[in-house]
């Protein structure tokens, strides 16, 4: 692509976006729910819930603690979270540990017990099950 110009360079770019689509053998290795700055609708309780989420994804976190403390019913911040995130709180909060897993199951030697525990997850068999569903494979592959 560098030593293209003009529509060329386009051209060598749609090419390589067509090939990385059509590719069968695709591995995600960290979730989106990983990146630390959450990208929601801008609402100010959900943006805080979201926030909070990413800075003590390793702390216990009930919904409905995290509901009173943005100032909304359980209820109804159930509704608005899954608005504008589209996902559950809970499934947003599994998200972010996982990706957080993965992340340091790349760039650290802790073992996957460590990490699991690290990030959240109170019982290993529980991380292992999730990390499947969503990666495809065990954690310590």
């Known amino acids: 692509m ?3 110009a003009g529509l060329k360079r386009w051209r060598v770019f749609i090419e390589l ?12 290795l ?53 608005r504008n995130t589209r996902k559950t709180f809970s499934a947003y909060l599994s998200g972010v540990r996982l990706g957080q897993a993965s992340r340091m199951l790349v760039q650290s030697d802790a073992s996957v017990t460590e990490i699991a525990f690290a990030c959240g997850f109170h019982k290993l068999s529980n991380f292992n099950r999730r990390f499947r569903e969503a990666y495809g494979c065990p954690p310590r592959n």
């Open 30 to 82: 960290a979730s989106e729910s990983y990146c630390l700055s959450p990208r929601v609708a801008s609402s100010d309780p959900i943006d805080r819930a979201c926030r909070f989420i990413c800075e003590h994804y390793a702390e216990s976190i009930a919904h409905a603690d995290m509901a009173r403390s943005v100032g909304l019913a359980p209820a109804y911040f159930n509704r608005l979270f899954r």
């Open 2 to 4: 560098r030593e293209q």
């Open 17 to 28: 976006i067509d090939t990385l689509l059509r590719e069968e053998d695709v591995q995600e």
